[in-house]
């Protein structure tokens, strides 16, 4: 009875530890889901104007919502950057969004990307176009070009 005890025992050891291994290696074989902005939200206009007021209301909402990580300045140094070890744009560099479309913007604004939560269940619509304005709005512009003379 010992002996049929021990064999019984090493067998569930053993296929235990098989079924932990085939799980281990089907989670390093799952690819990431890939994050893609859908073509026509990109392509969607901002109907909001960059105003002197929606920059100004989309700067309100950024220092509710954003700064925290986005930093103050919007220069990607906020308070929970190191912590939460994020990866994020400075958007005083003008090459940082120059190649996404607002609508691209008020998509990861609206359903958040990675560790970013999404806004939609907390802004409206046209108040996700005035951070897209306040956004843009921080960019620095480029010095003008040296003249000769």
């Known amino acids: 009875m010992w002996k049929e ?8 050891f053993f296929l235990f530890a098989g079924s932990t291994q085939q799980e281990k290696n089907t989670e390093q074989v799952t690819p990431p889901v890939e994050w893609k902005i859908p073509p026509e939200e990109a392509q969607r206009q901002n109907p909001v104007k960059p105003t002197k007021s929606s920059i100004a209301e989309g700067k309100r909402i950024y220092g509710i919502d954003c700064e925290m990580c986005h930093g103050k300045e919007g220069n990607g140094k906020g308070d929970l950057v190191q912590s939460m070890e994020l990866n994020v744009r400075d958007y ?11 609508g691209e913007l008020h998509y990861i604004i ?16 046209e108040q996700i176009w005035h951070t897209v304005n ?13 003249t000769k003379g």
């Open 110 to 125: 609206a359903k958040g990307k990675g560790k970013m939560p999404g806004e939609e269940d907390r802004m409206k619509t």
């Open 92 to 102: 005083k560099d003008p090459a940082a969004l120059k190649d996404m479309t607002d």
């Open 134 to 146: 306040y956004i843009r709005s921080l960019a620095e512009k480029a010095p003008p070009p040296k």
């Open 5 to 12: 005890a021990k064999i019984v025992s090493s067998l569930l």
